[in-house]
């Protein structure tokens, strides 16, 4: 039977029909799903878990591996970059159960700090990558990873990008492998890495590569359309743009040459495809990885083939590729038709996303904003849905860069502008991910910061899952619930003082109180995320008292807040009923709806 | 073959509409892609979900001017995604507007009025309905994706009868919200008719 399934849950899928031992990763989309599904479709013999951050994850899957466990790892691109250290390592030492590390790139970036490249990943680290298409050949494609990942005893990456993640298809599934059982870890010397150890691993992986590569060329998503074509032109292509170029094509027969593995590159059938072409079109997302090795192999053979795309300004060098987009390029280099032009458009308002009506996060800002009145402050920031507090009329966050980087960039900057103060926030999962470290430097370094932690009980901006701090498992068990407050004394901050962003005159007072003391100090805000809570009742402004002086929707920005006519008026429908606007109000018109009707 | 385009925003609804539509279409033996829009711009933010229906298709996303039907949750929604709509296509519009934090700040005056004059302009095939009192009728606002489909349905662009919808609703939806969904997809339908 078809089952209806985003490219997520068929990569889910794909690693439980492969018979996977363990799977661990950190949320980030657009990977999140993967382990999702692979938790909610667990038979009860997968052991699941959501690690605190993407090198945790790796390295509890590698010591699985080594003892002969089946392992999936899963994060987003800038994910790999924190995994980076045991990565480069494992891939020297290898692995005994296949581990599949599946990273999902985001071009455009829709949902990301950046567009990098996880196929440079695959070369940086020397192993293999696998790019799929489309959630059909994702699902076929992990299974081919595990199997590649035992037979060369080396982890295997996965790189799908969001339009695979995200795309959701009827397709049909195989049948599932079963679960072998687990040897269990043998001793030796091979899993202790060393300067000796690692130089006769180099050694192995480069020559084991181009076998690699010679045996990709006759992997069977590693392809060649219209070979017989007489055309003196070719198209190269991979992942997600594959899909785009087939449409773009229509019934156009050019010889195509389809990467579904851009590490170790398919060599024998790249040389195939350049065979008897005097020029390619390369189409691919993010960085132009094809269309160097093409270069590199026509200066290798001394091929006179022209190879376009990128580097040579046919082809857009960032954002994502589209449909449209490939067809105007080969409007250009095929004389295909070009795209239609689309409409001009009126004037449209415009809709940055925004902090949810009743987001505790708001009132959190809104306190630190308050009680920072007329004092010079900076507030670094960090990743979450709390990065939407730069947006106007909080005006909150004025750094943000990566991962737990609001702690310690703000101590950089308190370092060099004394007289200032200097606010970090973060959220409670990324505290957990990589924020404690951050504490520890500033406590030992003796600097002069107020770190807020906001805590929403949930990891929110990629759907509530679950952490340190929540009390819950992925399985769904029971966990010890970690005391942000608790850990913040035990590494050494002495002022820690936790509120409730909602009710904002105590708010107020407690950051006037963290800030005010010397050193590290905290506040940690407790309320949860509008998506983990049932609303309160909603509020209503009443007409006779509203004088339409919109403080409430000049200084908080809460989108069920607008103006109707000369009044303020809430939106029952979007109102959390979390009454930061009654306390704004500064002539009482808000309040519980029933009375005010 | 066929494409429909859904443009609302975060929160509204779009990608349960199109996985109605797709689960409806895969009941009918078709074959389905979609695209959806996951992550930071669903927080009130512009999303557009794609729908593809036939065996020969490859991309997710619908080409600009490809689209046989798009569904508009909110007139200036329906009209930024007007660029992936056929020449011939139907345009299904709720007319309630949501108004963006940003208008509210800056006092700009949108309130889906003149949308809806730039679509009735531009359209030849254009539904509007006031899809928010339809769903408000219907028990909760939540319903106004089904009350869209309804009238999509209606216009016979879909390539799906009601009856595909209302068994889709049936193994799709959470059991206690079947039975307004249901109702939501028969004002919907009713009130395409008054068009």
Redesign the interface.
Known sequence: M?R?LMGNEAIALGAIHAGVHLACGYPG??STEILETVARENDGGIYVEWSVNEKAALEVAAGASYAGARTLVTMKQVGLNVAADPLMSLAYVGVKGGMVIVVADDPGP??SQTEQDTRHFARFSKLPVFDPS?PEEAYEMVKDAFDLSEKYETPVLLRPTT?VC?????MELGNPLPRRPVEGFIKDPKWVIFPALSYRNHLRIEERNPRLGDELSAYRFNTISNKNTTGKKGIATGG?S???V??ALGDAEVKLFRVATPHPFPEKLALEFLDGLDEVMVFEELDPVIERELVYLCGKHRLNVAIRGKLTGDVQKAGEN???SV?AVLHKYLGLPA??T??S??G?????????AGCPHRGSFYAVKQAMKGRKAVFAGDIG?YT?GNA??LDMVDTCLCMGADVTIAQGLAHVQPGVKHFAFIGDSTFFASGLTGVVNAVYNGSDITLVVLDNATTA??GQQEHPGTGKTLMGKPAPKLSIPGILKALGVEEVVTAEPFDLEKAVAAVQKAADSPGVSAVVFESPCIAVRKPDPVLAVDENTCVGCKKC??EL???A???GGKKAQIEP?LCYGCALCAQVCPVKAIGKGAENA | MSSIILAGVGGQGTVLASKLIAQAAMNRGQSVRTAETIGMAQRGGCVVSHVRIGAEIFSPMVPKGGADVLIGFEPAEAVRSLGYLREDGVVVVSSKAVKPVTASLTGSDYDGSQALAYLKENVNKLIVVDAGKIAASCGSVKVLNTALLGAAAASGLLGLTIGDLENAVRERVNARFVEMNLKALAAGKLAAGAE
């Open positions: 078809k209806f989309t657009p829709i949902s489309s339009r995200h795309g959701c298809v009827s997600i594959w899909a785009y087939r449409e589209s449909v449209e067809k795209p239609k689309p409409p458009l009126p449209l308002p415009v809709r940055p996303p925004v902090l949810c849905c939407l106007q009329p901006m990629t929707i000049r920005g809460c989108p807040i607008s103006l429908s």
